[in-house]
């Protein structure tokens, strides 16, 4: 059991375990060695992450509730 809350608490201390967990649950796998071919994904995480890093605690919460939208929408 130790052994379980161990790897739990790996992967959530990572943020790439994180999301291939979650990816794991939903029934998709990305290998270590594959990248991601979606140029317009990828652009549009790295203009969310500068705004996360440049937001005030009211613009998280905005950006937090707009991902939420689109979480919910496609899932």
Do not use: C, W
Not at 27 to 46: F, N, R, T, W
């Amino acid at each position: 059991m130790s052994n379980a809350v161990n790897r739990a608490y790996k992967t959530l201390l990572s943020p790439m375990e994180r999301i291939g967990y979650v990816l794991e649950r939903h029934g998709k796998s990305v290998g270590e060695g594959e990248q991601a071919e979606d140029m317009g994904l990828i652009a549009e995480v790295l203009e969310v992450r500068e705004a996360i890093e440049q937001s005030d605690a009211a613009g998280l919460a905005r950006l937090r509730e707009t991902n939420d939208g689109k979480y919910f929408r496609d899932v």
